[in-house]
C-alpha cells in the first residue's frame, strides 16, 4: 500500500489522479448527501452489525441521519451502536461536517422507518430479503428520480459528497457486484472484525437462484441486478453521481457499497467516471479481510483516498475498538472527513477531528 | 404606484431597500425553491381556480412541480389549467428558470398527491376543510423541519428563491391573517378576475368560530393559527425562510399567501426581516381587487418587487387572459422571473420571457 498523503489523506490507489480530485476540491464548499435506505436482508442472523438488535437495525438509518442534522438522534435514545456497544461511523461524519461547515442533505431512496427530520423521497420502498430474488421495487424510477436531484443539486454546490447509510449493505452490494460479473466473493467489507464472507455469498447464491440469475449475466442490466439482489439505496446513490457529476465532482464516501454503485454508474454513464473518486477510510483500506481496491479495479480506473484516522489513543474504548476492526465505515465518515480537511485546506486533521469526536463521544454515548 | 424599474423589475413598495436587495442578488446564483401543500378548503365550490374541476385541483401542486422538473406534468395530461383553460404560472416559473439555468428544489408541506418527482419530505400531512377550525396537523414540527432544511441549504446557495402551490391558499392565508390580528378582509388575491371576497371571509369566519378564535387572537401565537386555519405550506415556507435568512437573502416569491408566511416568519424572529424581499408580478401590484401592499404595511417594512412582464400582445390567447387578471402569480412565477433578471444582470428581459414562454406554452398547452 501506498503512504503518500495530502494533509491526513492517504492517496491510497491511483495516486495521481487522487491527487489531482483533492487539489479540485481544496478549499471548495461541498454538499454532503447521505443516501439512506433499508433492506430485509439485514434481518439474517448474523449478516449485520449496525444496531444493537437484528430489529434495531431497522432504526438505524434514520437515526443517523438524524444525527447528521440534529447533533443527536430523535427516533431512538443515544446512538446507533454495534451488539458489541460501538458507536456509529456517523459520529466521525458529524463532528467533520459540524467542524468544517459543511451543510448536509438526506435522500431516501426507501425505507421502512422514516427519520424526524426532512428527507428527499424518491418514492422507493424499502428492500425486501434478496434471498426471494426480488428485491428492490421501481429501481429505475428512484434512479431517474435520484438523477434529477443530482442535476439540479449539482447546479447549487461546488461539489458532491455522497454517503450512504443501510445496514445489510455490503451483502446487498455483493450481490449487485456478483450479477454483475465482478467477482467481489471474500473481498466485501464488514463492520464486525470477523467478516462473515461465507453466510454472504450463501445469501446472495440463494438470491441469484431464486431470480434465475448467473455470475455476470446482468453485467448490461445493472436496474435488472438491483431489482433482483440489491437494495433501494443503490440506485438512488447511483442516480445523483449521473445527474451530478458531469457539472462538479463527486467524491463516493464509502467501502463495498459504493463499489456496487460505481459498477451501476459505469454501466449508464463511462462519461462522468473522470469526475469522480471514492472516500474511505484508512480502516477500510488496512483490513486485512475485504480487498476494496481488488473489486474497484475490475471496474473502472478511479482514485481511492482514504482518511488517516488514528483512535487508537482515544480516551474511549467505543472509539479504540475501530482500530481493532469493528464498524470500519459507514455514512460516508471517510468521505465527509476528506471534505473537511480539503475545505480547510488540512487545517482540520486526523487529531482535531479526534478530539470533536471524542466530545461528541462523551455528550451522546459515555 | 411607482414606476421605478431596475431592469423589468418594478419597485413597487419601499424602493430603497428593494434596489439594495436587487443588487445583493445581481449576478448570483439563487436555489428556487417550490413549496407545496393542500388543503381540502380548495374543494369549497366557488373558492379556487387553480384546476379545472374542484377534484382536479388536488392534482396541481404535483402537477406544477413536476412541470418545474421535468419539463412537463406526469401525474395529469397537458398542464394544470383553470375552468377556462388558463394554464398555472408554472408555465412561466419553469421558462424563466429554465432560461437562466436556475436550479430548483420541491419542498412538501403535506399533500394529498404526491408529486412523482423527488421532494423534500417534512413529515407533514395534507391539510384539513378550515371551517372545521382544525387545519393543520403538526405545524410546529413542520416548522422546526423546514427550518433545519433553510439552514443547510443556505449554506450551499448564494440565496434563496422561495415559491408555492397550494389551491385554496388565499383562503387559508387570510385565515392565517385574520387570526393575528392582520385585516386582509377585501385584500386578498384570487386566480379569478372576480374575486370571491365574501365567500373566502366567511369560509374563514366559520374556521375561526369553530376554532373559538377572534380576529387577533393569535397574534403572538402564530402556529396556533396555522392549526387551526392555515395550510401545511405556511410552516413549511416559514420555516424555510426562518432558517435561511441568517445566513442569505430570501425572496419570498408570491402574493397573499407570503404575507401570511411573513407573518409567521416576524413573530418567530424579527432579525430575518432585513435579509428578505417580496417578489411578485405586476398583475399583483396592479390588482384592484386585492391589495398586497396593504396587507404587508401591516406586518413589516419590507420591499415589493414586481416582474413587469407583459403579456398582452401574446400570439396565445390563454397567456393574453393573465392580463384580463386570470391567475396573476403563483409557484412563485414574479420571484423566479426576478431571479433569472438579477442573474442574468438584465439580459434576460419580459420580453425574451414571453418569447420563452409562448414556446413552451405552444409545446404543452396549445
Known amino acids: 500500500m501506498t503512504t503518500k498523503k495530502i494533509y491526513d489523506v492517504i492517496l491510497a490507489h491511483e495516486e495521481a489522479r487522487g491527487e489531482a480530485f483533492l487539489k479540485k476540491i481544496e478549499g471548495r464548499k461541498p454538499l454532503f448527501i447521505c443516501v439512506i435506505g433499508s433492506t430485509e436482508t439485514a434481518k439474517i442472523p448474523g449478516l449485520s452489525a449496525a444496531g444493537k438488535y437484528p430489529e434495531l437495525t431497522e432504526y438505524t438509518p434514520a437515526a443517523d441521519v438524524e444525527l447528521l442534522l440534529l447533533g443527536s438522534c430523535k427516533c431512538i435514545k443515544g446512538v446507533p451502536v454495534t451488539p458489541e456497544g460501538i458507536p456509529t461511523p456517523a459520529l466521525i461524519t458529524m463532528s467533520a461536517l459540524r467542524l468544517a461547515d459543511i451543510p448536509s442533505l438526506v435522500v431516501s431512496g426507501g425505507v421502512k422507518i422514516k427519520p424526524l427530520v426532512p428527507y428527499l423521497d424518491l418514492g422507493g420502498k424499502p428492500g425486501g430479503d434478496i434471498r426471494t430474488g426480488k428485491a428492490t421495487e421501481d429501481a429505475e424510477e428512484i434512479l431517474l428520480r435520484a438523477k434529477i436531484a443530482g442535476e439540479n443539486l449539482s447546479n447549487v454546490a461546488e461539489y458532491l459528497v455522497v454517503g450512504e447509510s443501510i445496514p445489510g449493505g455490503t ?74 457529476a458531469h457539472r462538479v465532482p463527486v467524491l463516493m464516501a464509502g467501502g463495498t457499497q459504493v463499489s456496487a454503485v460505481l459498477a451501476v454508474v459505469k454501466s449508464f454513464d463511462r462519461q462522468v467516471l473522470g469526475n469522480v473518486a471514492i472516500g474511505t477510510t484508512r480502516w477500510i483500506i488496512e483490513d486485512k479481510g475485504a480487498d476494496l481496491k481488488g473489486i474497484i479495479t475490475q471496474i473502472a480506473d478511479i482514485p481511492i483516498l482514504a482518511a488517516d484516522l488514528d483512535f487508537s489513543r482515544s480516551r474511549f474504548d467505543g472509539l479504540k475498538a475501530y482500530e481493532r476492526g469493528f464498524v470500519k465505515e459507514g455514512v460516508g465518515a471517510g468521505g465527509a472527513t476528506i471534505a473537511a480537511m480539503a475545505k480547510s485546506k488540512g487545517l482540520i486533521t486526523a487529531a482535531t477531528l479526534l478530539e470533536e469526536i471524542e466530545k461528541n463521544y462523551e455528550r451522546l454515548v459515555a
Chains 1, 2 share one sequence.
Open 171 to 244: 451483502t446487498t452490494a455483493l450481490g449487485v457486484l456478483l450479477a454483475m460479473g465482478i467477482d467481489a466473493r471474500g473481498k466485501v467489507s464488514s463492520s464486525m472484525p470477523k467478516n462473515p464472507h461465507e453466510l454472504k455469498i450463501k445469501v446472495v447464491e440463494e438470491g441469484l437462484k431464486a431470480a434465475k440469475v448467473e455470475f455476470g449475466a446482468l453485467a448490461f442490466d445493472p436496474l435488472k441486478a438491483v431489482s433482483c439482489v440489491g437494495d433501494p439505496m443503490i440506485p438512488a446513490f447511483a442516480g445523483l453521481v449521473l445527474g451530478a
